[in-house]
């Protein structure tokens, strides 16, 4: 596998499972918002225990626990960083969903809005700003960590790295170093570019 690759195959990990993540905990925070759940005695719970259960145990665990199941690749490292997503973002969206003010929405229940105008109407112009700035930071902290779990066989350039370790062939490893250095700080400038932009 060359560097280029390696680094292709960590971005496209970072992304869908970022992607997937995010699209999963949209339902899940509403789920797991006190005062918008279906249901505050099944589904309330079981929402937070998911978002509990994915942040309870750390990514790099994930990471080892999936490569023992379905082997060395790019599935494990997904996996491990949609639920390190669901975690995060699952969380962060619900609490931002029990800050709204309830009012504009108990006005829309009043004139017999259902569940889902009163979401897109009532709810989401009140966090989508947040929302916005949470899913940016998190594809921030889920491209770092992507090039990180590869190390445990998670694949893209932690497993690259891990290869060039295992040759002692330090010249490719200072080489990837330094360019998981600039990628993250690029990372890190162009997620700032975009907070400010939408701000």
Known sequence: MSIL????????????????????SIPLAWFAAYNMTPSRKIIYPLARF???????????????????IFGF???????????????????????EVEGIRIGPVEAMQATGAGRIQVMYYGVFPQIKMAWIGITI???????????IIGYVGAGGVGAYLRETIGFMDYHKTGAIIISIILLVIFSELLSAYIRDKIK
């Open 5 to 24: 690759k390696a680094f292709w195959e960590t971005f496209q990990i970072g992304f869908l499972a970022s992607l997937i993540g995010t699209i999963l």
């Open 73 to 95: 690749g790019p599935l494990p490292g997904i996996l491990a960083l949609l639920l390190s997503t669901i975690g995060f973002a699952g969380k962060l969206f619900s609490e």
């Open 50 to 68: 998911t978002i509990g259960l994915s942040r309870a145990i750390d990514i790099l665990i994930w990471a080892i626990l999936f490569t023992h």
């Open 137 to 147: 930071y998190n594809w921030d902290s889920i491209f770092r960590s992507a090039t």
